[in-house]
């Protein structure tokens, strides 16, 4: 048994991208303007897996761009740097996200052939007004299928959301966690709508068409969601954009919930709901909460949020 998991990410930029969604400046999401050279690549594995330890499981991902929209033998070139280190054990698979309507047949025979694992489809949403809206130019129906051919090859498949799109509700958004957990995904993230600059939904946005979500309903949605996740057995590797330099820096950023600990955030009001419950059930404010291993942070709550809004709890390992 690995005693943990370990990724090794390459970021692809959008230039493999024909498309242009609304919110999408991928030059400032991956703080990467080029397609990364091979040797790069290869320079970036050694480096990892240098600091990594020998009994983690790792795996190569290739994340931010859409990986098949690539021609197949540029594709090809990133995944057989891979193969050496697949060969001699040194990692164990590979990953990448692309889009679900660059999937097919032959597309997955061939990923599958080169050691990917997990492909992961960025879904946004599953309601075909919030995906034209969106400018995504596929349609829910792309999903359902590509989620069922990933399935069919026996390739893991994760499903990414983003919330706070064009049109979309808390009740869309949850609707849409139904339905990934629905088509089968294993893994999902979530990604609350940012405002940044150079982007359609940017110009929306100046001209009052567009209001972003606040960071306190983002939390609100993202809690519905991940318990939603939580109760089916979806793995969420992600709550909230990597805060880049870009991002952090503000520069390009113009509004939207972005906010470095978001996941954090998150997970201190699904304990704060949890612990008033507790003392709602026992009816004292004096209770002991049972916290699992690794959640006494978000149990606390970020900047000790939870422990200020209960000051007689006590926590327990
Ligand atoms: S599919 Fe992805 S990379 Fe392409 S424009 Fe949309 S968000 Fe950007």
Same mark, same amino acid.
């Given at each position: $048994?690995?005693? !943990?998991?370990?990724?090794?990410?390459?970021?692809?930029? $959008?230039?493999?991208?024909?498309?242009?969604?609304?919110?999408?400046?991928?030059?400032? +999401?991956?703080?990467?303007?080029?397609? @990364?050279?091979?040797?790069?690549?290869?320079?970036?594995? /050694?480096?990892?897996?240098?600091?990594?330890?020998?009994?983690?499981?790792?795996?190569?991902?290739?994340?931010?761009?859409?990986?098949?929209?690539?021609?197949?033998?540029?594709?090809? *070139?990133?995944?057989?740097?891979?193969?050496?280190?697949?060969?001699?054990?040194? +990692?164990?698979?590979?990953? %990448?996200?692309?889009?679900?309507?660059?999937?097919?047949?032959?597309?997955?025979?061939?990923?599958?052939?080169?050691?990917?694992? %997990?492909?992961?489809?960025?879904?946004?949403?599953?309601?075909?007004?919030?995906?034209? *809206? !969106?400018?995504?130019?596929?349609?829910?129906?792309?999903? /359902?299928?590509?989620?069922?051919? +990933?399935?069919?090859?026996?390739?893991?498949?994760?499903?990414?959301?983003?919330?706070?799109?064009?049109?979309?509700?808390?009740?869309?958004?949850? *609707?849409?966690?139904?339905?990934?957990?629905?088509?089968?995904?294993?893994?999902?993230? +979530?990604? @609350?709508? #940012?405002?940044?600059?150079?982007?359609?939904?940017?110009?929306?946005?100046?001209?009052?068409?567009?209001? @972003?979500?606040?960071?306190?309903?983002?939390?609100?949605?993202?809690?519905? #969601?991940?318990?939603?996740?939580?109760?089916?057995?979806?793995?969420?590797?992600?709550?909230?954009?990597?805060?880049?330099?870009?991002?952090?820096?503000?520069?390009?950023?113009?509004?939207?919930?972005?906010?470095?600990?978001?996941?954090?955030?998150?997970?201190?009001?699904?304990?704060?709901?949890?612990?008033?419950?507790?003392?709602?059930?026992?009816?004292? /404010?004096?209770?002991?909460?049972?916290? @699992?291993?690794?959640? $006494?942070?978000?149990?606390?709550?970020?900047?000790?949020?939870?422990?200020?809004?209960?000051?007689?709890?006590?926590?327990?390992?």
């Amino acid at each position: $048994m690995p005693t !943990s998991y370990r990724v090794i990410p390459v970021f692809m930029p $959008m230039l493999a991208c024909p498309h242009r969604c609304v919110y999408c400046n991928q030059y400032v +999401i991956s703080g990467q303007q080029k397609l @990364p050279d091979i040797h790069e690549v290869v320079e970036l594995i /050694e480096r990892n897996l240098s600091t990594m330890p020998s009994d983690a499981h790792k795996r190569v991902a290739f994340f931010g761009g859409s990986f098949t929209c690539l021609p197949e033998p540029v594709q090809n *070139r990133y995944l057989d740097a891979v193969q050496p280190y697949l060969k001699e054990g040194r +990692i164990e698979g590979i990953q %990448l996200s692309t889009r679900p309507d660059y999937i097919d047949d032959h597309i997955l025979q061939n990923l599958k052939n080169k050691g990917v694992t %997990l492909v992961e489809l960025g879904a946004q949403s599953l309601d075909d007004d919030i995906l034209a *809206r !969106s400018g995504r130019g596929h349609t829910v129906a792309d999903v /359902e299928n590509a989620s069922r051919l +990933i399935r069919q090859h026996g390739i893991d498949l994760g499903l990414q959301m983003m919330i706070g799109l064009p049109g979309d509700t808390k009740a869309k958004a949850l *609707r849409t966690a139904e339905q990934i957990v629905a088509f089968g995904a294993t893994y999902t993230r +979530i990604y @609350p709508t #940012l405002v940044v600059d150079g982007t359609s939904l940017a110009d929306d946005y100046r001209n009052g068409k567009y209001v @972003p979500l606040s960071l306190e309903e983002a939390v609100d949605w993202c809690k519905g #969601l991940y318990r939603c996740f939580q109760a089916n057995r979806v793995t969420v590797l992600r709550l909230g954009l990597h805060p880049t330099t870009d991002l952090r820096g503000g520069e390009h950023l113009l509004a939207g919930p972005f906010h470095v600990s978001f996941k954090e955030l998150v997970l201190t009001a699904l304990w704060h709901d949890r612990i008033a419950e507790q003392i709602a059930r026992e009816g004292r /404010e004096e209770v002991t909460v049972l916290v @699992p291993p690794g959640e $006494m942070n978000y149990a606390v709550g970020y900047g000790s949020a939870n422990r200020k809004a209960f000051p007689k709890v006590t926590y327990q390992k």
